[in-house]
């Protein structure tokens, strides 16, 4: 639980001699999506990191070429525009391939494509030449070379490297996932790049040094929750990438020296600059301000700022004087560095504010005076995101604010403003559509600040919520129940009780009811997070109702190997698949069996796994790659208790690039 801080296999019909196409190259179907070219931001890469496509067949039947007429060419008009206009002979396949680039240049949903893949040889690879974004959801799951050899007009890479539970440290420090081999094989293929997003890799300075050299019509690099690069190598991107618009670090761990530090900001060309997007809060080293403000004052195309905490309100008014076009807004500190009595009084700053009329989301506030919250009152009605994750506001700090907030549909906080400033922004925010209330202390054993009552009041008027993440220590099946109903648009909920199996605080029953009702009463759920003390019937309520379920995370739940056979049996659909500190053992593990390669992955830790159980599913599902990660890699010889277990599908195989606390199975 992190803080802010922080389809089955098918086969097509038989016929008597159709050449099918080989499971090796189903490549796209397995790893790989696509979406049209567009510039990007931190939001949009995210969406494609998270709405990956269906599992498709492992194998098709090729369309008998010729369309099934006699043997032979025959006449056909030039559609590539011959002389005059007229006709000529053209081989049949030759001339439908090309409209079928051409007509594929439209398909962009990457369901869609991935599906047109499947059809026959001749779409296989009209699709692989025409896909402009790859979309990879495990960095091991094909191999660099494998991928190039494949897609050759690429524009877009999409890659993801470390499970989601290293956002929760589980993941040891050294375990992989470095982009080096990934950027090896892109430079040679595809110097026409223009994009790369990557998420949870491994980035070293060297890396970021190849790519500013290898694509010379470079134009956007996000980073997430990324680590292993410094100021140096985001000083290259700077220097070197002419064309680039989108710089955007989000989460990342920047590893710097105060003796190594690099003033990366002012290497970006002199020139006006096509920059759109600057995102560099996690970034917690100092910088040249002199150097940033000079840039934003060059960049006119700038529409997304956010910038760390070493920017004072002072600093951020000439920011804001310099790129009045910014529609997203990162504020730093938020509070002033002048001596007291000679800061900046809130009515100069709140001037600024509303000299800045485009700003429709604000984030940052990582070190803030409440003094200064009444200043961003003159953008509050137009925003529509809103990011307090950093700010540890009471309710009395943040009802003046939300009260102004009535287009808001995004909202992060933290948990510090408690159910009554929860009940503020249910009466204000009624076009709602994520909510994420994060906790300032995540312990097991805090007190916590908010509970079933914030929960019930969000429910009640936020009733067009689509997606809820919820920190807290107490909660009720009533709760629950009332916002599925209440809320029946819901597709995440991810409920976050972080003590070990608390039933519902005031009945004291299992919390099964309450999650219950949330997939049979939510129809659009894909994504789900439990946890509480919940029995085997939460998970026969799962399994029966919630086929849409992609994203299944459990925490300090269940009672017996019957509830993942629930889990297997029932969601049809499932994709990813974290356990945590839950009782499941080499029996539930082993119910998966018929339905790990319709899974990108399944995550296990401080289960009661044995390796003989992981041994079991390594010999009999001989595609798939089963890791034994070890907690401590000074562990020496072959633990019978499994730590960790990350199970993932792969075209690649088991990878080269294990530490010695993996075990490859």
């Known amino acids: 639980m992190s803080t802010p801080h922080s389809s089955s296999t098918t086969s097509a019909p038989h016929r008597a001699s159709?050449?099918?196409?080989?499971?090796?190259?189903?490549?796209?179907?397995?790893?790989a999506s696509s979406a049209s070219p567009s510039s990007s931001s931190a939001s949009g890469m995210r969406d494609a990191a998270e709405d990956d496509s269906d599992s498709p067949p492992s194998q098709m039947s090729e369309d008998d070429p010729g369309g099934g007429g006699g043997g032979g060419d025959?006449?056909?008009?030039?559609l590539r525009g011959g002389n005059g206009g007229g006709g000529r002979w053209a081989p049949p396949d030759q001339v439908l391939e090309n409209v079928l680039e051409s007509v594929l240049e439209f398909l962009t949903a990457a369901r869609d494509r991935n599906a047109a893949s499947l059809v026959c040889r001749s779409w296989y690879r009209a699709e692989a030449q025409t896909r402009r974004e790859l979309f990879i959801g495990n960095c091991y799951a094909v191999s660099p070379r494998r991928a190039a050899e494949r897609f050759g007009g690429l524009r877009s890479v999409v890659l993801k490297g470390k499970p989601r539970f290293a956002d929760f440290s589980l993941v040891p420090y050294g375990w992989g996932a470095y982009v080096s081999p990934w950027v090896a094989a892109l430079g040679p293929a595809y110097p026409r790049l223009e994009r790369?997003?990557?998420?949870?890799?491994t980035v070293s300075d060297d890396d970021l040094a190849l790519v500013a050299k290898s694509f010379p019509f470079f134009r956007e690099l996000s980073l997430v929750c990324c680590d292993g690069f410094s100021t140096v190598g985001l000083a290259v991107v700077a220097e070197r990438c002419r064309h680039l618009r989108v710089l955007d670090l989000i989460e990342d761990y920047v590893e710097d020296e105060d003796d190594e530090l690099v003033d990366w900001i002012s290497k970006f060309p002199e020139s006006n600059t096509s920059l759109e997007s600057l995102v560099f809060d996690c970034v917690s080293v100092p910088f040249n301000f002199d150097a940033l403000e000079a840039l934003v004052a060059r960049s006119p195309a700038l529409r997304r700022l956010r910038v760390n905490h070493h920017v004072s309100v002072e600093q951020l008014r000439r920011l804001m004087a310099r790129a009045p076009q910014l529609t997203h807004f990162g504020t730093g500190a938020f509070r002033s560095e002048a001596a007291p009595g000679g800061g900046l009084s809130v009515t100069e700053l709140a001037?600024?504010?509303a000299a800045s009329r485009s700003i429709i989301c604000l984030s940052g506030f990582r070190d803030v005076n409440p003094e200064y919250l009444p200043a961003i009152y003159p953008v509050c009605a137009k925003l529509t995101s809103l990011n307090f994750s950093f700010a540890s506001l009471t309710a009395e700090e943040l009802k003046p604010v939300i009260r102004n907030c009535i287009n808001l549909r995004t909202f992060w906080v933290l948990d510090t403003v408690g159910d009554e400033g929860l009940r503020a922004v249910a009466d204000t925010c009624s076009d709602l559509r994520e909510l994420r209330v994060f906790p300032l202390d995540a312990s097991e054993d805090s007190e916590g600040s908010v509970s079933d009552v914030g929960l019930l009041a969000i429910s009640e008027g936020c009733r067009k919520l689509e997606s809820i993440l919820y920190f807290c220590q107490r909660m009720t099946n009533a709760a629950v129940i009332a916002m599925s109903k209440n809320c029946p648009d819901l597709v995440v909920f991810r409920l976050c009780i972080m003590g070990r199996h608390r039933p519902d605080w005031i009945t004291r029953d299992p919390m099964d009811d309450g999650f219950g009702a949330i997939?049979?009463?939510?129809?659009?759920l894909t994504r789900l997070s439990v946890s509480g003390l919940l029995t085997d019937k939460a998970f026969a309520y799962i399994g029966k109702y919630g086929k849409l379920i992609k994203t299944l995370s459990v925490a300090f739940a269940g009672n017996s190997d019957m509830s993942l056979q629930y889990i297997f049996e029932g969601c049809t659909k499932l994709q990813k698949l974290e356990v945590r500190d839950s009782p499941f053992s080499d029996k539930g593990l082993l119910s998966g069996l018929?339905?790990?390669y319709n899974m990108r992955f399944l995550w296990m830790n401080s289960c009661r796994l044995t390796m003989r159980g992981c041994k079991d599913v390594a010999q009999q599902m001989q595609n798939l790659v089963v890791e034994v990660i070890k907690d401590h890699s000074d562990d020496e010889g072959e633990a019978e208790i499994v730590d960790k277990l990350?199970?993932?599908?792969?075209?690649?195989?088991?990878?080269?690039d294990a530490p010695p606390f993996v075990t490859l199975l």
């Open 646 to 656: 990350y199970l993932y599908r792969s075209l690649a195989g088991p990878r080269n």
């Open 18 to 31: 159709p050449p099918q196409i080989p499971q090796s190259l189903t490549l796209a179907a397995l790893t």
């Open 74 to 78: 025959r006449w056909e008009p030039d």
């Open 351 to 353: 001037t600024s504010f």
């Open 196 to 201: 790369i997003c990557l998420k949870r890799m």
């Open 519 to 524: 997939v049979m009463n939510c129809k659009k």
């Open 594 to 596: 018929n339905y790990f």
